[in-house]
């Protein structure tokens, strides 16, 4: 190959990585002093910047020729330092003026301890790291910049490799500007000859206080003296006034080595009119008498950063109670909200580049620091969890607490994050305090790459950007705001919002169909009536609680059909306006839950349960089962059956809607959910049961020939109902003493066909479905069978799966001596002498695997299906199974229906490791809960996890607590995983 070809094949290959004067790039490379490696190359090209990052190392190699081998040979200070050189053209200037700080980059520098960077810098600046009030030596102000440049090299080159998140970064930012004011002090103190009359403390504000600092910001400080023993006041406060004068200098004074940042006092009381230190007291009386509000939302952040500790301490429990106090004053939230507002009028006005503002700019940083603070200090006062100066510390309390919904504040902490780091990249460029996304594409085209964005990672940052700050801005004015009432409230013109403005209000909450939300919001407030005036006060409200949970049109739709059913009944105006926990309870369960939507609209008087926990406590199975019984004894005869069924599924509704409300509102676990679906079932087939019998003996003009009893079957049996699911049952009788069996299996299977039509009949209450298909001989066996029959069947015919069926059979309904009789019958056949056989063992395992091949529904991915998948219900209850099987007649314990119960009882007989039996234990409740989530958002039952509809998934996922919609997926494959692998050992035999 040819000069010329190869210069042309460099060129374009410099082009594909990245460079875009592949010309000027080639050139420099063939003049360098010392060749680059091929792989240092490559690394250029994965830069955010090569043409930047190209002359500042080759800079660097001019000055030491041995840098391209070391960085050959250590790919990780490779990395790090052509990111730095790729992202920041001055701290490439200042390695050029300091070569020998690239071995900042060398090695794995961890995260530095902040009293480390404190002794670091304070020794640069000839100063006793160990004094209580060290004294710098002279040339200390340039040795400071080049220590502290050091240092920042270090934590730009971890942070643009991503060893360090925007947390840890910003954090690290602020000890290291802590570090450098305390440097400061020591240089200053070398200027004041009388400093030592007075005890200094700087109190750290804004982003420095709240530890949140960026490469390069103003850092807001407040001074605070105290007299030295011995020394006169005002002495003592002129003083510390020079020291706090030059410290400031210090830090903010332009050398030949730059300046580190501006040190801004003007957050201090009377601001720039006031005194630049003052005493503790003097402190305390003007926050007491003169602030304002925005200062008490200042001091948030306030934190002792440098000079006297003690004293800092002392300031801050002085002016924090303030704080609260201040933020219960009537007027605290709307002066707020009034000075928000003024800025944002003024950025306006002074600012033509508005819309490029990354810190205060619409869905800019400042919007997500304003809403959490206001929330801070709304509910702060009674709440100490919410009292960190930090910005994501204090969202992450807020979501905790319940203040911000999970969803709001995962999108925010994302979004604040994203901005950050974005807004670090500006100011690493040229180290200058910068807020502005530029326009220009070759500096877009930088950041995209620096954030990772392929393709063309100009127009993708500037996509993400823009999406992240209509994020941002919906939910600040969600949040910060409130939502008002303005568009149809009975309110004076002049204060009416158009309905344009309404309609855009109620986008940015989260509506969808805005113009529908305005329609019902008409219906409910229109006119002079004391039900509209009661919904123009709740409404303002309820639209943010509604637009907190996930379908805000359904929850407001759901009201207005409860309301429109009850709204003239004078309890639930009361009620309304009385008790603000039902409205809200009312608001978060009709935006969050089809299910639970459903059946109070059926039903919407229930809405009085909702106004206290105890209301919503499961009532216990002999409670509910008084209640039922008493109903149907009422309605004993023939005509009045299906009244007295249609009663107690009235009742069942109702139950069923306090289990869910207690469930949705997180008041019971899933345990108990199912043994109180369970409770509540059983309950309603045994009254539908007696309802049945006495219709049966009116019709026969007689007493019933034989006794009859409902055995519990499947997941029933086990205690282990779902919302949306079946009771599995058999039908077991007696004859009577001198009755033919005949006569007996007639009467029977007349009850059992009565019952089902009775729970079968059309009503508005929730179906129950009974499904008998379990028995012997399943559908073509017959529905009832005599206790003998039964003796008779499983003595002879008996198969594994049979077998293991009765497992969770349990004589639950009827006469308690046909009941403990049919179980005799069945313990020997479920719970075998010697356990099951090595082949129904493999027979079980068979079918098993026939079932998880052949039984899943045709282009379901197998990995999502809650049951039948792998790791799902039916691994986890065949595992449960096998070993009752196995070992039941030999271990008391193992004989029972329960599922987790077989489990627990397992580990005790050292049959299953206790990690295994947890596994499968977290896996089947997990799922159990998927499924029940699932039911109460859609209204209807599904095994399969919800992936596609994001709305749907949403819900779900908040739901069942978890921040975002893809960590319930994650969380689920997870368990899943590790099931199936318990499954494949336990059950299969694998060995694995």
Same mark, same amino acid.
């Given at each position: 190959?040819?000069?010329?070809? @190869?210069?042309?094949?460099?060129?374009?290959?410099?082009?594909?990585?990245?460079?875009?004067?592949?010309?000027?790039?080639?050139?420099?490379?063939?003049?360098?002093?010392?060749?680059?490696?091929?792989?240092?190359?490559?690394?250029?090209?994965?830069?955010?910047?090569?043409?930047?990052?190209?002359?500042?190392?080759? @800079?660097?190699?001019?000055?030491?020729?041995?840098?391209?081998?070391?960085?050959?040979?250590?790919?990780?200070?490779?990395?790090?330092?052509?990111?730095?050189?790729?992202?920041?053209?001055?701290?490439?200037? !200042?390695?050029?003026? !300091? $070569?020998?700080?690239?071995?900042?980059? @060398?090695?794995?520098?961890?995260?530095?301890?902040?009293?480390?960077?404190?002794?670091?810098?304070?020794?640069?600046?000839?100063?006793?790291?160990?004094?209580?009030?060290?004294?710098?030596?002279?040339?200390?102000?340039?040795?400071?910049?080049?220590?502290?440049?050091?240092?920042?090299?270090?934590?730009?080159?971890?942070?643009?490799?991503?060893?360090?998140?925007?947390?840890? /970064?910003?954090?690290?930012?602020?000890?290291?500007?802590?570090?450098?004011?305390?440097?400061?002090?020591?240089?200053?103190?070398?200027?004041?000859?009388?400093?030592?009359?007075?005890?200094?403390?700087?109190?750290?504000?804004?982003?420095?206080?709240?530890?949140?600092?960026?490469?390069?910001?103003? /850092?807001?400080?407040?001074?605070?003296?105290?007299?030295?023993?011995?020394?006169?006041?005002?002495?003592?406060?002129?003083?510390?006034?020079?020291?706090?004068?030059?410290?400031?200098?210090?830090?903010?004074?332009?050398?030949?080595?730059?300046?580190?940042?501006?040190?801004?006092?003007?957050?201090?009381?009377?601001?720039?009119?006031?005194?630049? /230190?003052?005493?503790?007291?003097?402190?305390?009386?003007?926050?007491? @008498?003169?602030?304002?509000?925005?200062?008490?939302?200042?001091?948030?952040?306030?934190?002792?950063?440098?000079?006297?500790?003690?004293?800092?301490?002392?300031?801050?429990?002085?002016?924090?109670?303030?704080?609260?106090?201040?933020?219960?004053?009537?007027?605290?939230?709307?002066?707020?909200?009034?000075?928000?507002?003024?800025?944002?009028?003024?950025?306006?006005?002074?600012?033509?580049?508005?819309?490029?503002?990354?810190?205060?700019?619409?869905?800019?940083?400042?919007?997500?620091?304003?809403?959490?603070?206001?929330?801070?200090?709304?509910?702060?006062?009674?709440?100490?969890?919410?009292?960190?100066?930090?910005?994501?510390?204090?969202?992450?309390?807020?979501?905790?607490?319940?203040?911000?919904?999970?969803?709001?504040?995962?999108?925010?902490?994302?979004?604040?994050?994203?901005?950050?780091?974005?807004?670090?990249?500006?100011?690493?460029?040229?180290?200058?305090? =910068? &807020?502005?996304?530029?326009?220009?594409?070759?500096?877009?085209?930088?950041?995209?790459?620096?954030?990772?964005?392929?393709?063309?990672?100009?127009?993708?940052?500037?996509?993400?950007?823009?999406?992240?700050?209509?994020?941002?801005?919906?939910? !600040?004015?969600?949040?910060?705001?409130?939502?008002?009432?303005?568009?149809?409230?009975?309110?004076?013109?002049?204060?009416?919002?158009?309905?344009?403005?309404?309609?855009?209000?109620?986008?940015?909450?989260?509506?969808?169909?805005?113009?529908?939300?305005?329609?019902?919001?008409?219906?409910?407030?229109?006119?002079?009536?004391?039900?509209?005036?009661?919904?123009?006060?709740?409404?303002?409200?309820?639209?943010?609680?509604?637009?907190?949970?996930?379908?805000?049109?359904?929850?407001?739709?759901?009201?207005?059909?409860?309301?429109?059913?009850?709204?003239?009944?004078?309890?639930?105006?009361?009620?309304?306006?009385?008790?603000? =926990?039902?409205?809200?309870?009312?608001?978060?369960?009709?935006?969050?839950?089809?299910?639970?939507?459903?059946?109070?609209?059926?039903?919407?008087?229930?809405? =009085?349960?909702?106004?206290?926990?105890?209301?919503? /406590?499961?009532?216990?199975?002999?409670?509910?089962?008084?209640?039922?019984?008493?109903?149907?004894?009422?309605?004993?005869?023939?005509?009045?059956?299906?009244?007295?069924?249609?009663?107690?599924?009235?009742?069942?509704?109702?139950?069923?809607?306090?289990?869910?409300?207690?469930?949705?509102?997180?008041?019971?676990?899933?345990?108990?959910?199912?043994?109180?679906?369970?409770?509540?079932?059983?309950?309603?087939?045994?009254?539908?049961?007696?309802?049945?019998?006495?219709?049966?003996?009116?019709?026969?003009?007689?007493?019933?020939?034989?006794?009859?009893?409902?055995?519990?079957?499947?997941?029933?049996?086990?205690?282990?109902?779902?919302?949306?699911?079946?009771?599995?049952?058999?039908?077991?009788?007696?004859?009577?003493?001198?009755?033919?069996?005949?006569?007996? &299996?007639?009467?029977?299977?007349?009850?059992?066909?009565?019952?089902?039509?009775?729970?079968?009949?059309?009503?508005?209450?929730?179906?129950?479905?009974?499904?008998?298909?379990?028995?012997?001989?399943?559908?073509?066996?017959?529905?009832?069978?005599?206790?003998?029959?039964?003796?008779?069947?499983?003595?002879?015919?008996?198969?594994?799966?049979?077998?293991?069926?009765?497992?969770?059979?349990?004589?639950?309904?009827?006469?308690?001596?046909?009941?403990?009789?049919?179980?005799?019958?069945?313990?020997?056949?479920?719970? $075998?002498?010697?356990?099951?056989?090595?082949?129904?063992?493999?027979?079980?395992?068979?079918?098993?695997?026939?079932?998880?091949?052949?039984?899943?529904?045709?282009?379901?991915?197998?990995?999502?299906?809650?049951?039948?998948?792998?790791?799902?219900?039916?691994?986890?209850?065949?595992?449960?199974?096998?070993?009752?099987?196995?070992?039941?007649?030999?271990?008391?314990?193992?004989?029972?229906?329960?599922?987790?119960?077989?489990?627990?009882?397992?580990?005790?007989?050292?049959?299953?490791?206790?990690?295994?039996?947890?596994?499968?234990?977290?896996?089947?409740?997990?799922?159990?809960?998927?499924?029940?989530?699932?039911?109460?958002?859609?209204?209807?039952?599904?095994?399969?996890?919800?992936?596609?509809?994001?709305?749907?998934?949403?819900?779900?996922?908040?739901?069942?607590?978890?921040?975002?919609?893809?960590?319930?997926?994650?969380?689920?494959?997870?368990?899943?995983?590790?099931?199936?692998?318990?499954?494949?050992?336990?059950?299969?035999?694998?060995?694995?």
């Amino acid at each position: 190959m040819g000069v010329s070809e @190869r210069r042309t094949s460099l060129a374009a290959r410099l082009a594909r990585l990245g460079f875009t004067d592949a010309s000027a790039a080639q050139a420099a490379l063939a003049a360098a002093p010392v060749p680059l490696d091929e792989s240092v190359i490559d690394a250029l090209g994965g830069t955010a910047d090569p043409d930047l990052a190209l002359p500042g190392l080759l @800079r660097l190699v001019d000055a030491d020729p041995a840098l391209p081998r070391l960085l050959q040979a250590d790919p990780a200070f490779r990395a790090r330092l052509l990111a730095v050189l790729g992202v920041s053209a001055a701290l490439g200037d !200042h390695l050029a003026r !300091h $070569p020998e700080q690239w071995n900042v980059l @060398r090695g794995r520098p961890p995260a530095p301890d902040p009293s480390e960077l404190r002794a670091d810098l304070l020794t640069a600046v000839g100063a006793d790291p160990a004094a209580a009030a060290p004294v710098a030596a002279p040339g200390g102000v340039d040795a400071l910049r080049v220590a502290y440049r050091a240092r920042l090299l270090s934590l730009a080159g971890r942070d643009l490799c991503g060893e360090s998140d925007v947390g840890e /970064v910003a954090a690290e930012l602020a000890a290291l500007a802590d570090a450098a004011l305390e440097a400061g002090l020591a240089i200053a103190r070398a200027e004041v000859p009388d400093h030592a009359l007075a005890r200094l403390s700087v109190i750290g504000m804004g982003k420095s206080g709240g530890r949140e600092l960026n490469y390069v910001s103003d /850092v807001d400080v407040i001074f605070v003296a105290e007299p030295a023993e011995g020394a006169a006041e005002e002495a003592a406060l002129k003083a510390a006034g020079k020291v706090a004068g030059a410290m400031m200098r210090a830090c903010s004074a332009t050398t030949p080595e730059g300046s580190l940042w501006e040190v801004d006092a003007n957050l201090r009381p009377e601001g720039r009119s006031g005194p630049l /230190v003052r005493t503790l007291a003097s402190h305390r009386a003007y926050y007491d @008498r003169w602030a304002k509000t925005w200062e008490f939302q200042a001091q948030l952040k306030a934190r002792p950063v440098a000079g006297d500790p003690d004293l800092g301490r002392a300031y801050i429990e002085a002016i924090s109670p303030l704080v609260w106090k201040a933020a219960a004053g009537e007027d605290f939230v709307s002066d707020v909200q009034s000075m928000r507002r003024r800025v944002e009028e003024d950025l306006r006005e002074r600012h033509g580049e508005v819309e490029r503002q990354l810190k205060l700019g619409p869905g800019g940083l400042r919007d997500v620091e304003f809403a959490v603070q206001l929330l801070q200090l709304v509910h702060g006062k009674a709440d100490e969890q919410l009292h960190s100066a930090n910005t994501l510390e204090a969202l992450a309390a807020l979501s905790a607490g319940g203040y911000v919904g999970r969803e709001d504040a995962a999108d925010l902490a994302e979004a604040y994050r994203f901005l950050r780091r974005t807004e670090h990249l500006l100011q690493l460029h040229q180290l200058r305090r =910068t &807020h502005l996304v530029p326009a220009d594409t070759a500096d877009l085209r930088r950041l995209g790459r620096a954030l990772g964005f392929q393709g063309d990672p100009a127009q993708r940052f500037t996509e993400e950007w823009r999406k992240y700050a209509r994020g941002v801005r919906r939910i !600040h004015e969600k949040l910060f705001y409130r939502p008002l009432l303005r568009a149809v409230a009975n309110l004076p013109d002049e204060a009416r919002l158009t309905p344009e403005a309404a309609r855009t209000r109620l986008l940015a909450l989260g509506y969808n169909d805005p113009a529908g939300a305005l329609r019902h919001i008409e219906a409910l407030t229109k006119g002079v009536s004391r039900r509209a005036a009661i919904q123009r006060t709740l409404l303002p409200v309820m639209l943010g609680w509604f637009a907190d949970a996930p379908d805000p049109d359904a929850g407001l739709l759901g009201f207005r059909r409860v309301s429109d059913a009850l709204g003239s009944t004078p309890w639930y105006l009361r009620l309304l306006r009385d008790d603000v =926990t039902v409205a809200e309870r009312m608001a978060r369960l009709l935006a969050s839950s089809a299910y639970v939507t459903d059946l109070l609209l059926r039903a919407p008087d229930a809405v =009085t349960i909702l106004g206290g926990d105890a209301e919503l /406590v499961p009532r216990r199975g002999e409670e509910l089962r008084a209640e039922a019984m008493a109903v149907v004894s009422r309605h004993e005869d023939r005509e009045k059956a299906e009244h007295a069924v249609a009663a107690v599924r009235a009742i069942r509704r109702r139950e069923l809607f306090r289990v869910s409300v207690a469930d949705l509102l997180g008041l019971v676990d899933v345990r108990q959910v199912c043994e109180a679906l369970t409770d509540i079932t059983a309950v309603t087939i045994e009254a539908a049961l007696e309802a049945a019998v006495n219709k049966v003996e009116i019709e026969r003009r007689g007493p019933l020939p034989c006794e009859i009893a409902v055995v519990a079957m499947g997941r029933f049996g086990g205690r282990e109902l779902g919302y949306g699911s079946d009771a599995d049952v058999m039908f077991v009788y007696e004859a009577r003493e001198g009755v033919e069996d005949r006569e007996a &299996h007639r009467a029977a299977h007349s009850v059992a066909e009565e019952l089902r039509r009775l729970l079968a009949l059309p009503a508005p209450e929730p179906p129950l479905g009974i499904d008998p298909n379990l028995r012997p001989e399943g559908k073509s066996g017959p529905l009832v069978r005599s206790l003998s029959s039964y003796a008779a069947y499983y003595g002879r015919w008996s198969s594994p799966w049979e077998s293991q069926a009765l497992l969770r059979a349990d004589p639950l309904i009827g006469p308690p001596r046909l009941r403990a009789a049919f179980a005799e019958v069945i313990n020997p056949i479920r719970w $075998p002498e010697g356990g099951i056989s090595e082949r129904d063992v493999h027979e079980i395992r068979r079918l098993k695997a026939r079932m998880e091949a052949e039984r899943l529904p045709r282009g379901v991915d197998r990995r999502l299906h809650l049951k039948l998948g792998p790791g799902g219900l039916s691994d986890v209850e065949w595992v449960a199974q096998l070993l009752q099987l196995r070992y039941a007649a030999e271990v008391p314990g193992l004989r029972t229906t329960r599922t987790v119960a077989a489990l627990e009882s397992a580990v005790e007989y050292s049959l299953l490791d206790a990690h295994d039996a947890g596994v499968l234990g977290q896996a089947w409740e997990l799922a159990t809960r998927i499924r029940g989530a699932v039911m109460l958002v859609r209204g209807r039952a599904s095994d399969l996890l919800p992936t596609d509809h994001h709305r749907e998934r949403t819900a779900v996922s908040r739901l069942l607590g978890y921040p975002g919609t893809g960590d319930m997926l994650e969380d689920w494959r997870k368990h899943a995983r590790h099931a199936r692998e318990v499954t494949e050992r336990v059950f299969y035999g694998s060995g694995r």
